[in-house]
């Protein structure tokens, strides 16, 4: 007598499997914010504050004070992409610039959106190069282009590893190497994405602004205190 084959196991409900399916997606989100003009003094002071290593790497020369300032002040935010990631404190820690062309930037081939992205030493190893990378496709996706295009110094192999991941061909010329990634057209999804993207590094923007002040209150009414505290103490010895 052969023994009855095990019965399958019943299947996950279809509600739970979504709910998995967006934890996932959420439980390692990171908020990226669209920057804009009021901006410009925090993207200046994060580019200055990288080294010359990461300059050379950024732009593909080793960039002076002078050369990045230059490169913030023309920045044109009503045309291009400009996104940041905040830490607690409202430091810019990463950047990134999505520059639209308004032609082909090459014969032949559709006009394409140019990324190009640094990230703080101290921020390293956190994904979030490639987190404003996928930002930056969904962006330019919404907006109707087709091809996210990459110019990088060869050796630049963090942000050639970003562009590969995500797909992206990549084509070596000696010390550059230039990538494309094929976008899908956009969507009523993409679109909704972007936007409660947007709402909710809006919303945790702002609750690090209050926490940070505060904290800036909590710290003047302790140092009050503490020059009552003295100044008492004096009074008592006289």
């Known amino acids: 007598m052969t023994a009855a084959p095990p019965s ?3 299947s996950e409900p279809r509600a739970f499997s979504g709910l998995r399916a967006v934890w996932r997606r959420w439980a390692d989100w990171v908020p990226i914010r669209a920057l804009g003009k009021r901006h410009r003094k925090r993207i200046a002071q994060h580019l200055l504050s990288l ?32 996104l940041g990631i905040f830490n607690r404190k409202l430091h810019l820690i990463a950047v990134a610039h999505l520059a639209y062309e308004p032609s082909p930037q090459m014969k032949g081939r559709p006009a394409m959106a140019e990324f190009g992205v640094s990230v703080l030493g101290s921020a390293r190893g956190r994904g979030f190069g490639g987190r404003l990378f996928e930002r930056a496709a969904l962006h330019a996706r919404n907006r109707g282009i087709d091809t996210l295009f990459i110019h990088a110094l060869s050796e630049n192999g963090p942000m050639l590893a970003i562009a590969r991941k995500a797909g ?3 084509e070596r010329d000696g010390s550059e190497s230039e990538a494309w990634l094929r976008l899908p057209p956009d969507s009523v999804s993409s679109h909704v994405d972007e936007a409660i993207e947007r709402h909710m590094a809006e919303a945790d923007f702002q609750l690090k602004r209050h926490l940070r002040n505060f904290s800036s209150f909590i710290d003047g009414v302790a140092e009050v205190k503490s020059k009552i505290g003295k100044t008492s103490g004096k009074s008592a010895k006289q």
């Open 8 to 10: 399958p196991e019943p």
């Open 168 to 170: 992206a061909k990549v």
């Open 51 to 82: 080294t010359e290593r990461d300059r050379y790497l950024r732009f593909g020369y080793a960039a002076r004070d002078e050369q990045i300032q230059k490169y913030v002040d023309t920045l044109n935010f009503s045309r291009d992409e400009v």
